[in-house]
């Protein structure tokens, strides 16, 4: 049985390799035979070329990865004043699990309004997404052990998003995409920092990444020979 499911470093790594690879090798393919293109609003992707699409009217998903940006703890906590304020390492695993739940509801809310079911079984027409969100960096979290008055924010944080797509029957890989954004980058005003304010950045992006994903990869490569 196929698998699809990589460790955290091989991840990271992907995403890394792909984002250096626009600039070093740029119009080239990669080793696994996809080519570079032009797709939307992604800095960089990667598509099988010539590849039909059309076949695919259900998506199934593993599990998201998220990763906090390398040392994000250590240097959050280097900037607290008081020691009351500083993130723990639960309060690392508590941000990410709660990304995970988000990127989750997105990704089926999303796929569903495209008409593309979200199932649990692989097939001809199921198409397998790995979904990442990596260097994902919060400036302001609010945790629960925080105190004293909320720091003002226009933008929320920062992270790129990584996705891979996979013909489920063959085991194929299909397109390779990534970037990078600034969370909140909509808004106009400063506002103060809350749960409340960075879950809705996290989703807005995540959904606006996706109908990218769908729209300029999945749509648009359907019916190609």
Partial sequence: MLKFIKKASIIAASA????????????????????????????V??????????QFTKVKFVEPHVKMKKNWR????????SLASRA???????????????YRDVLETEFSKMGMPVVQES?????????????????????????????QIKQSGSATVYFELYNSATGEVL????ETKMLGEHRKSFQNSSAV????????????????????????????T
Avoid: C
């Fill in 74 to 81: 250590r240097d959050y906590n280097r900037s607290q004043k």
């Fill in 197 to 224: 304010i960075i879950d809705g950045d996290i989703k807005k992006e995540l959904e606006t990444w996706i109908n990218q994903l769908h729209d300029n990869v999945i749509k648009t490569n359907a019916n190609k």
């Fill in 175 to 178: 397109a390779k995409m990534a």
């Fill in 88 to 102: 723990s390492e639960s309060d690392v695993e508590g941000i990410v699990d709660n990304v995970k739940g988000i």
């Fill in 123 to 151: 097939g001809a027409d199921v198409l397998i997404l790995l979904p990442a969100l990596i260097n994902l960096d919060i400036f302001q979290p609010d945790l629960n052990n925080a105190s004293g008055s909320k720091n």
């Fill in 16 to 43: 890394s390799m792909l984002l250096i690879s626009q600039a070093s090798f740029a119009g080239k393919k990669t080793d696994d035979g996809l080519t570079e293109v032009k797709s939307g609003n992604f800095s």
């Fill in 45 to 54: 992707a990667y598509i099988r070329e010539g590849y039909d699409f059309s």
